[in-house]
């Protein structure tokens, strides 16, 4: 959940964390009953906080400005490391889902039938996953990170001229295009897949 200033103050007059071993981070957890502004009832919330190790080999004291917070609500009676461990292996699958959404359309629905919207559904996340594969595996480091709506705009919105010659078809892109040779990069990459 997001850090305010109102779950700041309350996590602040808590004293009895729970200590939790780990070999590069001091790692201390607390559960507590929170209501935010915008909630009609409280709920339970679980506060992570960790700092960094030091390894000089001498013992440390830990300021307040050394600790990052991290709170998640909940309704699992786990202990804070546990649920920390459990939604820190899905924090990043909204904004996947996000992409799939506003990208490929995954939440339009084409027709009234339940089979050509599954063959619809299907076909979307092909295409989404294809794209994912094709940027893990082709993709220079720095394009890896780009959204397809990012993509298109630096690779697929160019001036480019499909020729057929001799029972070929050549796309000749336009001279100064200016992700010209990451795009041959990326082509001669998807040719080894093959």
Known sequence: MKWTQ????????????????????????????????????????????KAQVCVDGQ???VFDEDW??????????????DL??????????????????????IDRITTGEFEANELDLLIKLLAYNLFERIKRDCCEPVHQGY?????RLEFFHCAATLVQHSRSIV???????????????????VVQLE
């Open 84 to 105: 920390w461990r459990f939604y820190n292996q899905r924090c990043c699958m909204e904004i996947y889902i996000k992409e799939a959404k506003d990208s490929f359309s």
């Open 171 to 189: 796309l000749k892109l336009i001279q100064d295009f200016a992700s010209r040779y990451d795009w041959r990069r990326m082509e001669a990459r």
């Open 68 to 81: 990052q917070y991290e709170a998640i609500v909940t309704n699992l009676e786990w202990d804070p490391i």
């Open 59 to 61: 013992g440390r004291i």
């Open 147 to 151: 959204t397809i709506a990012r993509f």
């Open 6 to 49: 109102h779950l700041a103050s309350d996590v602040a007059v808590c004293r009895y964390w729970k200590r939790y071993v780990d070999e590069d981070w001091i790692i201390e957890g607390i559960t507590l009953i929170y209501k935010a502004t915008s909630w009609k009832k409280p709920h339970r919330v679980a506060v992570i906080r």
